[in-house]
């Protein structure tokens, strides 16, 4: 007996703190999701009205109930907006909450606001919602961060800076055609997005629990004025699925990996060891103790920012993988991973398209790196090729040849006398020297989608019409 005693003693200890009134308070801890999922009240609130228009429209509460209801809801809707609503965790979620305050305002009609539904179909209709609208916004930031690149790019057709491979110099290009790859890949983003919204555009709501329902419904009117393309088919699939989710998790964990690959060269490039771009002082701290310093803090948290958006998406993910059909309360958190990586992607978006706005580049210093490192060796080659007739290989043989004399005697391929060239080759003529200047070098790329100034401006009205 003394025994048992202390060993309930021990395990309310164990509960410790807020949990110390016991299974109650765990089970309301773990249960409820009104601390995050308020966040949902506006789409909560919508689908409801679209839900209660619906049953009388089809007859199935009356035009008097549905008006006290819809009247109820709006009054709910601009208490939560100022502020003035009691979020309750006894209450659970969302849309419980909702409901026992319409019950509150309006009396027993409220209780007819449920006929033909589920929180299971509700739930998955205000998050679709969420997801959407959503979506629809990264959408609109991409596309400002689209517009800030593609007028850095046309500034920077002509602005020649080192292309690197490895981070070593490999080939000149211009800073508008490296603009340009970014354009590339926030574009490919902007249609993965646009075909994410298309994919979730199909309304959850008359799936009900997870069969549908035997009363007579109108999905279509629904769907319609919840502004869905269409409802769903499947009651079953409609509950149980979170692709919308997974999916906007991993169009986000995509563009985050390029917004970090874009932080992570600007962090490259505004040290003082390469120089090529000063960023504002809205994007970049001072140091605490070294006074000389400019960090870029705001890229390199937009790096960081991206390993939580990787980790809402393996989250989500997990949490669905093991899932029997239909709907299952692991489902609940869900909400929690968009939301984090929701923010995280707005603000790494507005911070990039802020930062690309405001640097300075110092084109002086691109130009500088962009002659250095043997960058010209390939038009060098491509010479012997063309003026020559030496097979690619040889030429490659040859120009090797030209730029191990140039590293011993310290200087650029260009500085090299004739006489030095013609003892390596001697059908090089003066001629050559035309092809060694970086400028020469870049013009020379016409290929389609190359980095000539005359392509990069091709690149970018194409964009421009593009949207
Ligand atoms: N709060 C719940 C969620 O977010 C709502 C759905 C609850 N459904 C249920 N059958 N318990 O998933």
């Not at 930031?141 to 490895?166: C, K, Q, W, Y």
């Not at 505004?270 to 809205?282: C, E, I, K, M």
């Not at 080759?425 to 200047?437: A, Q």
Request: proline letters at 3%; charged letters at 25%.
């Amino acid at each position: 007996m003394a025994d048992d005693t202390t060993d309930t003693k021990s395990s309310n200890q164990m509960w410790g703190g807020r949990f110390a009134s016991g299974p109650d308070a765990i089970m309301e801890e773990i249960n409820a999701s009104i601390g995050f999922d308020k966040k949902l009240f506006a789409q909560d609130i919508r689908g409801s009205i679209a839900h209660a228009t619906m049953l009388a429209h089809q007859g199935i509460i009356s035009t008097d109930d549905k008006d006290k209801i819809v009247h109820g809801l709006n009054t709910i809707l601009s208490e939560i907006e100022s502020g003035n609503f009691e979020f309750s965790r006894q209450l659970e979620d969302i849309h419980m909450n909702v409901e026992a305050r319409l019950a509150t305002l309006i009396g027993p009609a409220a209780g007819r606001l449920h006929t033909a539904r589920s929180r299971n179909d509700q739930v998955a209709l205000d998050f679709r919602l969420w997801v959407k609208e959503e979506l629809q916004k990264t959408e609109q930031m991409l596309t400002n961060l689209i517009a800030a690149f593609l007028d850095r790019a046309e500034e920077h057709a002509e602005s020649v800076m080192p292309g690197f491979t490895h981070l070593q110099t490999a080939q000149p290009v211009t800073f508008g055609h490296h603009c340009m790859a970014y354009v590339e890949m926030f574009g490919r983003d902007r249609s993965r997005v646009r075909h994410a919204i298309e994919h979730l555009d199909e309304s959850p709501i008359g799936a009900a629990a997870l069969a549908g329902t035997g009363y007579p419904i109108d999905r279509h009117m629904t769907a319609k004025a919840l502004g869905f393309r269409e409802p769903t088919r499947n009651s079953i699939d409609t509950v149980s699925d979170r692709d919308f989710a997974i999916e906007f998790l991993s169009i986000a964990a995509i563009a985050g990996m390029h917004l970090s690959r874009l932080a992570e060269e600007i962090v490259i490039w505004s040290t003082p060891q390469f120089g090529f771009v000063r960023l504002s002082d809205a994007f970049s701290t001072g140091s605490s103790i070294m006074p000389q310093k400019k960090n870029p803090d705001a890229a390199e948290l937009v790096r960081a920012k991206t390993g939580r958006i990787n980790g809402s998406l393996v989250a989500l993910l997990t949490i669905m993988k093991g899932l029997p059909l239909a709907y299952s309360k692991d489902m609940q958190e869900d909400k929690e991973q968009v939301f984090d990586a929701a923010e995280s992607l707005e603000l790494a978006i507005a911070a990039m398209t802020g930062m690309v706005r405001d640097m300075t580049v110092n084109t002086a210093r691109m130009k500088a790196a962009a002659g250095s490192g043997y960058s010209t060796a390939t038009d060098l080659a491509d010479w012997l090729v063309r003026e020559a007739g030496l097979p690619f290989r040889d030429a490659h043989h040859v120009t090797g040849r030209a730029v191990a004399l140039a590293e011993s005697k310290d200087c650029d391929l260009a500085e090299l006398p004739l006489s030095d060239l013609q003892a390596i080759h001697p059908d090089i003529t003066d001629k050559v020297y035309g092809v060694l200047t970086v400028e020469a070098s870049v013009a020379s790329r016409k290929s389609f989608g190359g980095t000539a100034p005359s392509e990069v401006r091709r690149q970018i009205a194409f964009w421009r019409a593009r949207n």
